[in-house]
């Protein structure tokens, strides 16, 4: 029988929710039916989102928190009664030549990307095993990685060692967190045009370099993630943990 992706009942916390592919992924759940807690660093951005969920007749909490703050996040969770599904998605990039790369700037992407990233999944692990059926009705983490969590790619460096990191967390996660009926998977997506890439695309030769390293021949969609995301979030992806769905259009298949 077809599964459906239908979140009805389940709760969803997605950071990094403000713009770009936290964005379209918090959207996407509440199409499915999740009450969708969405979480920025930007209260604006996290407005605008409400707005279009709200539209869609979602379900929509917002808190506005910078996930480096682990004091506030902590605070945020005692405020939801119960948690099914973590889209684990702020994080940025800094590009920057491997002998040129900014002491600051190395550490901003270990802080953001790696430690927070492990800090959230975590505490929000300890939120799913409250729920007493927790093994029975199961829970979903979705790690946000990338193909440079798979591949390495010219200045980019320290977002490869980041990721690959992730990547790490994610099957290390996966083993632990079985027993509780949790799956732990990360989404590895290519260039993608959010409003990040875009900035980056402006430089018309760095654009060119990278689509042609993509056999499609284009930089995918907000919702070409945002699907993927859904998907490892519903019981359609029951028995799938432990992986990485790669959304790369072939950069990894070379």
């Known amino acids: 029988m077809f599964k459906k992706i239908n979140l009805r009942s389940r709760t969803a916390l997605v950071t990094g929710a403000g713009k770009g592919l936290g964005k ?3 959207i996407a759940l509440a199409e499915a039916g999740a009450k969708v807690i969405i979480i920025s660093r930007t209260l604006s951005d996290l407005t605008k989102v409400e707005k279009i969920i709200k539209k869609t007749k979602g ?22 009664k119960r948690l099914d599904i973590l889209v684990n998605n702020a994080g940025t990039n800094r590009p920057e030549h491997f002998t040129k790369v900014k002491k600051k700037n190395m ?23 409250e729920l007493k059926n927790r093994k029975k009705v199961g829970a979903s983490i979705i790690n946000m990685s990338s193909q440079l969590g798979k591949v390495g790619a010219p200045i980019r460096s320290v977002y490869n060692m980041t990721k690959f990191g992730v990547e790490g967390l994610t099957r290390g996660m996966a083993f632990e967190l079985g027993k509780y ?6 989404v590895c997506p290519t260039f993608v045009e959010t409003p990040m890439v875009k900035a980056f695309f ?27 995301v859904a998907f490892l979030a519903a019981d359609s992806s ?15 298949a070379k």
């Open 24 to 26: 379209a992924c918090a």
């Open 59 to 80: 379900s929509c909490l917002k808190f506005e928190c910078d996930i480096t703050d682990l004091n506030k996040f902590k605070s945020i969770l005692k405020k939801i």
């Open 107 to 129: 550490e901003y992407l270990v802080e953001l990307n790696m430690k927070a990233a492990f800090n959230v999944a975590q505490l929000c692990t300890k939120k799913m095993v």
């Open 181 to 186: 009926n949790i799956r732990v998977n990360s």
């Open 202 to 228: 402006k430089n018309k030769k760095f654009k060119q370099q990278m689509l042609d390293n993509i056999p499609l021949g284009r930089a995918a969609q907000e919702n070409d993630v945002s699907t993927a």
């Open 238 to 252: 029951n028995s799938i943990t432990g992986t990485s769905l790669m959304v790369d259009g072939g950069w990894t």
